[in-house]
């Protein structure tokens, strides 16, 4: 487990065996792997809506799945991974959509799509989240850069969540989002861009 994602980490520098905020380790895993299927996600959906084809549930569920991985908002493990169950079958479903009209999602983004089996089996999830979390990224620069973003996302989609639930919805914002989480996941972006 690494967390520094608020202003009370343990020792000011990040929670790595518990969160000052009670979440376990379990759920940092499991609320990592939402933020890794909402990048495959952002990957496929932003294809396909060049061709004009979008789909409000993965946008909801992007920004569903940002919002309940922001600090102290969900330690509930059990509800976290049946999002995950959900988000893994909406980015197969939408991968498989992009196949059949000839687009290209591997790439640099092939490390996205970590085959279905891995992440409906639990402890094999547990595992993947540990190596995909906050310190995947080695180069510390890249990574606070990386983590920035990916906060100041979290913090969008809980106001974009909260506007659509009062039936205000503007599509610019979820590409906004999800061309960044695309973004912090291409290795050719350098330091600058991002």
Same mark, same amino acid.
């Given at each position: 487990m690494f967390c520094y994602q608020c202003q009370e980490t343990a020792k000011n520098t990040g929670c790595t065996v518990?969160? &000052?905020?009670?979440? +376990?380790?379990v759920e940092a895993r499991v609320e990592d792997l939402l933020v890794y299927l909402s990048k495959g996600l952002s990957v496929c959906s932003?294809?396909?809506?060049?061709?004009?084809?979008?789909?409000?549930?993965?946008?909801?569920?992007?920004?569903?799945?940002?919002?309940?991985? +922001?600090t102290n908002?969900?330690?509930?493990?059990?509800?976290?991974?049946?999002m995950v169950e959900n988000g893994v079958n909406l980015r197969d479903e939408l991968h498989a959509k992009c196949i059949e009209k000839n687009l290209e999602v591997e790439g640099f983004y092939e490390h996205l799509f970590e085959p279905k089996e891995v992440i409906l089996d639990f402890?094999?999830?547990?595992?993947?989240?540990?190596?995909?979390?906050?310190?995947?990224?080695?180069? &510390?620069?890249?990574?606070?850069? &990386?983590?920035t973003v990916t906060y100041g996302l979290k913090g969008m989609a809980a106001y974009l969540e909260h506007a659509a639930n009062l039936g205000y919805?503007?599509? %610019?914002?979820?590409?906004? &989002?999800?061309?960044?989480?695309?973004? +912090? %996941?291409?290795?050719?972006?350098?330091?600058?861009?991002?």
């Open positions: 518990r969160g &000052v905020c009670g979440k +376990i380790p932003s294809k396909l809506r060049h061709l004009g084809l979008k789909d409000t549930k993965v946008d909801y569920f992007i920004l569903n799945s940002l919002f309940a991985t +922001i908002a969900n330690f509930d493990t059990k509800k976290l991974y049946s402890e094999k999830s547990l595992e993947f989240a540990e190596t995909n979390g906050v310190l995947r990224t080695s180069d &510390v620069d890249r990574r606070s850069l &990386v983590e919805e503007n599509e %610019e914002n979820i590409v906004f &989002v999800e061309k960044a989480l695309c973004d +912090i %996941e291409n290795p050719n972006k350098t330091v600058e861009e991002l």
